[in-house]
């Protein structure tokens, strides 16, 4: 079962990287004719702190053998999900607003209505950003299950405190 688990984490890692790396926005200024692209990495520079803090998550999963370090390392999976979530929302709203950025850098405009005036030519690339939201939640979910996933041989988990093995005298 891990290493079911296992294949699924690390195809859908180089998925999530490999659509998170594709071009989700283009459009052109009209007055100056300069053509804007923008990917998801660029846009979203978290990813990268996410997806490489999942890599070190995924090689600790080797050496965590106590109840508490899985509880742990869950809660800083489920944190590293919740940071993703604001990139789901707007990647799903298909705003070209990500290119935002580089049109105050071209024209100086910082303003997104006005910005917004100046485009033409615009596209958002809905099929890579929603299949990076399906590859980023099921690499998260596969992480998951893997941290819990029992290991082959693993007896159950022997739930005693400290005291319990104290010496009798």
Do not use: C
């Not at 298909?94 to 303003?111: E, H, N, R, Y």
């Not at 100046?118 to 890579?128: E, I, K, M, R, V």
């Amino acid at each position: 079962m891990r290493r079911i688990f296992l294949a699924i984490n690390l195809v859908s890692l180089v998925l999530t990287w490999a659509f998170s790396s594709q071009i989700w926005a283009s459009s052109t200024i009209a007055e100056s004719g300069n053509r804007l692209v923008i990917s998801g990495l660029d846009a979203y520079p978290q990813i990268t702190f996410i997806l490489l803090t999942g890599i070190l998550i995924l090689w600790l999963t080797r050496y965590l053998n106590s109840l508490f370090a899985r509880f742990l390392t869950s809660a800083v999976t489920l944190l590293l999900f919740a940071t993703a979530s604001p990139i789901w929302f707007e990647s799903a709203s298909g705003s070209l607003a990500i290119l935002s950025p580089q049109i105050s850098k071209a024209t100086g405009i910082s303003d997104w209505l006005g910005q917004s005036e100046l485009l033409q030519d615009s596209f958002y690339n809905h099929l890579a950003a929603d299949l990076f939201v399906i590859a980023l939640i099921s690499w998260f979910a596969s992480l998951i299950f893997l941290l819990w996933a029992r290991r082959p041989g693993e007896k159950t988990a022997n739930l005693v405190t400290r005291i319990d093995k104290l010496p009798s005298w």
